[in-house]
């Protein structure tokens, strides 16, 4: 719902706060999305390791993209009365690191606590969890963009009206870190047998 949340509301904050032209506010879209394949690959490359060693745990990963993504929100959220001075595009592309990092770390505990439990509910788990997601990124637009509104009406301006959602929407992905940190621990999977000819293994 965080993730989902943040995605049509980050470009008109750019625009009103920042003065971004529409194809600059674009490009913002851009950045983020770049971030997001870097986090994926940052993952990735944890599953490798180093040394023999891989570096965390999918719900490390989980947890810290959660916690990231809900500081650079809390450093979006006040980067309007900051002012141009703000490094807001290099936010935007941490933003979208952790927000890969999380989302790839969270699809595949998801995958590993399928199998865990009663024998031959694997399919059902998946599919719950499918249209959980799917829900909660649907509604997540909406939840964006109708609190921005609520916001607006009650405090009046558009850059305390955006300060507020974003601050919501770091406080949802703070929740989220305390939900992924109560399930038990899920190791890394192993390494793919072409990913370890790859690394020269």
């Known amino acids: 719902l965080a ?9 008109p904050y750019a625009g009103l ?20 394949l870097v986090g994926m690959v940052l993952v990735a ?3 490798l ?22 500081v650079m929100l809390l450093a979006i959220a006040f980067a309007g009365s900051v002012g141009p001075n703000f ?7 941490m933003l979208g690191v952790s927000n890969g990092a999380f989302a790839v770390a969270a ?14 509910r694997e399919g059902l788990r998946m599919g719950l969890w499918g249209a959980a997601q799917a829900i909660a990124f649907g509604l997540g637009g909406v939840v964006g963009t109708a609190a921005l509104d ?11 009206a955006y300060a507020a959602v974003f601050l919501l929407i770091a406080l949802m992905f703070a929740a989220a870190a305390w939900l992924g940190a109560r399930i038990g621990a899920v190791p890394l999977p192993p390494t793919p047998a072409f990913a370890r000819h790859a690394a020269g293994d």
Do not use: N
Not at 3 to 11: H, N
Not at 17 to 23: I, K, N
Not at 150 to 160: E, F, K, M, T
């Open 17 to 36: 706060v920042f003065g971004f032209t529409p194809g600059q506010s674009t490009k913002l879209s851009g950045i983020q999305h770049a971030g997001v």
């Open 150 to 160: 609520l916001s607006r009406i009650a405090l009046g301006g558009a850059q305390p």
């Open 107 to 120: 699809i595949g505990s998801m995958m590993a606590l399928a199998s865990q439990g009663r024998e031959k």
């Open 87 to 93: 490094p807001f595009r290099e936010t935007v592309f």
């Open 3 to 11: 993730y989902s949340a943040q995605d049509l509301i980050l470009e």
């Open 49 to 70: 390791g180093f040394a023999g060693r891989k570096l965390g745990s999918l719900k490390a990963w989980t947890v810290g993209g959660c916690l990231v993504s809900a």
């Open 45 to 47: 490359f944890a599953g």
